[in-house]
């Protein structure tokens, strides 16, 4: 018989080992899944694992993937942190990608160094509008935040539709639903020489340098955790729970609006309709892997983009579903949870009888009320 | 506006409805044991791919809607052994659901991706279908419409009018006094799991086989969630559930009332209204926190630890 013990502690080294434990087992299940399928196993691992990186190119195009996870996913660690479930990154990010759009297509005859940072910023404050939606509703009218900021994920992709469908579409481009191509002042600059790799990744790294900084040497990241680890706890210490709120929602709100923005004027270069193939729902579950540390999160993002690169491959190598990607984050995220039990438990095969002093229940969390 | 155009927007109020009313059911039932499973629009897809192919596969609809049932079964049962057996939060474990459910019916639909069937033809009552307005709202639906009605009834019943509903309402308000005196709290909370699982499955397939009958990747397009919304703005009472799937199942199809009134709107701005909906309710809803507060189970959420 095998039992779950309590461990009275959360183990430290669990926590650290669970996502590796999880990427592992991800991995047995896509081998086993391969071979019921026909496909070389250690073929198919390969395609998706090793052939995309396999050369420079793939290295800067994992960058040029890695960015806007990561962007959206640190965004995400902070509101996480205050148990406040942001699912909404998807729909920041569209937001954010629709307002940068929006102007730049306004300066797209315009020139100078100054085009570009008012794209940017039209897109950190088109996410920062979205989340902050969620925030108010939150805050003024104690609204579930999840249910909220799934909706207005729906909300934003189908605003996104209709203005690229509408008013923002290209009046040359042949009934496409696309808009013009952006000028080139509003274009991120490309970083390194002969890729596509641009000046998003380094605002990302910026990003995970900066939220590192405020969780772990500033006044108001310490705020945050403790009002997520005790609610009643920070409002007895006098923390404005209000405000907090409403900080963690807008700066994850802002940088998956950097996300989206980063998306059109680097990569893509236009609106379209297909700005993200989930990035946003991706950072959840690299939020999570990541442990909520910026350094998990850089890993565990440059993870998921491999993940994204590698359904791609193996389409076009193996002739698998893309979907593939998106099966195997929602079993990383599973095994991932249920890893995460060993942390607060061990396993005991041939279980004695223990005294059990303390109520147990330490991965239990506030959800509602 | 004239009396077809009413029939018309009546009979496809309901039928929106349905899907939104069958998988609001069941995940009432699992709230009410104290248990959120936000996995339902996972649940929702997996029932919809399994059923498509089943019956593409075998010509059965019979036999698309039990598998497709089975599958949401089997997949709240992931969710069951997570949250039940590994103690893992509900929240993040519904989310993973969600995301697995999307992935997998995605990867296993991939071939079967505008393949036509011949859906579910809707079932005519002699007499009571000609009534005027409400006829064909009604009794001119497919069986699975009228399936829903007797759900409904069935769930109303259970929850308000029997001893095992009382069970499952004293597991969902205080989990630790009803295991106190002897209730089953585990297996009244799985057995809810799985009946949500089984009612979102029902609702997968039925957009499948009869809504639109065809598979496409993603196709229950946020209703899993705006069930859960419905659970919340029906304060868990399963009359307003009925009457909110059905409002909402309005709230989908104003295309079509525009279109008859003859105005000219972005589909895709229309497309917002449900989204819009849900969103509007919630705030209305909550904004009134003691009565939030009173209304929800009491162990919504919490695991519950003490076993053996």
Known sequence: MIKLEPRGERSATM???????????????????????????VEALITILYVPISDTHGIAELCVKTAPILLCAIGLSVVFKAKIWNIGAEGQLLMGGLFGSYIALQLIEAEGFWVLPIVLIAGILGGMFWAGIAAILKVRFHTNEILTTIMMNYIALNILLWAVHGPLKDPEGFNFPESALFGDSALLPVLIEGTRVHFGMALAL?????????????????????????????????????????????????????????????????????ISPGYGYAAIIVAFLGRLHPLGILLASLLMALLYMGGEMAQISLGLPL??????????????????????????????????????????????? | MDIDLITNILYAMIRTGTPLLIVALGELVCEKSGVLNLGQEGMMLMGAVVGFIVTLLSGSLLLGFILAMVAGVLMSLIFGLITMELSANQVATGLALTIFG??????????????????LDPVFIPVLTDLPIIGRMLFGQDL?????????????????????????????????????????????????????????????????????????????????????????????????????????????????????????????????????????????????????????????????????
């Open chain 2, 144 to 308: 699975i419409v009228y399936l829903s009605f007797i759900l409904f009834g069935a769930v109303y019943w259970f929850i308000n009018h029997s001893r095992p509903g009382l069970v499952l309402k004293a597991v969902g308000e205080n989990p630790h006094a009803a295991n106190a005196i002897g209730l089953p709290v585990f297996k009244t909370r799985y057995l809810a799991i799985i009946f949500g699982g089984a009612m979102a499955g029902l609702a997968g397939g039925y957009l499948s086989l009869a809504y639109t009958p065809l598979w496409a990747e993603n196709m229950s397009a946020g209703r899993g969630w705006i069930a859960l919304a419905l659970v919340v703005f029906a304060s868990w009472k399963a009359e307003r559930v009925l009457l909110g799937a059905w409002l909402f199942g309005l709230a989908s199809i104003l295309h079509l009332v525009f279109q008859g009134l003859g105005f000219a709107v972005s589909p895709n701005l229309l497309a917002i209204l449900p989204y819009l909906a849900t969103v509007v309710v919630l705030v209305i809803l909550s904004s009134n926190q003691t009565r939030s507060r009173l209304v929800a189970p009491m162990s919504l959420g919490n695991p519950f630890h003490a076993r053996g």
């Open chain 1, 323 to 369: 979907a593939l990607t998106g099966l195997f984050q929602g079993m990383l995220l599973f095994y991932l949870l249920a890893c995460d039990v060993l942390i607060s438990f061990r396993i005991r095969l041939n279980p004695r009888k223990v005294k059990t002093s303390a109520p147990l229940t330490p991965l239990a969390s506030e959800t509602r009320g």
């Open chain 2, 102 to 119: 999307t992935g997998l019916s995605a990867f296993i639909g991939s071939e079967f991706v505008g393949k036509p069937i011949e859906g």
């Open chain 1, 206 to 274: 910026l990003a995970v340098v900066a939220v590192w900084v405020l969780m772990s040497r500033s006044f108001y990241g310490f705020q945050i955790k403790v009002m997520g680890m005790d609610a009643g706890a920070a409002r007895l210490s006098g923390f404005k729970e209000k405000r907090l709120t409403y900080f963690a929602l807008l700066l994850s709100g802002g940088l998956a609006g950097l996300a989206g923005v980063g998306e059109v004027t680097g990569p893509i270069g236009q609106l379209i309709p297909q």
């Open chain 1, 15 to 41: 926590a650290y080992l669970s996502p590796v434990l999880a990427a592992l087992l991800t991995m047995l299940t896509g081998l086993l899944l391969f071979t019921l399928l026909n496909v070389d196993p």
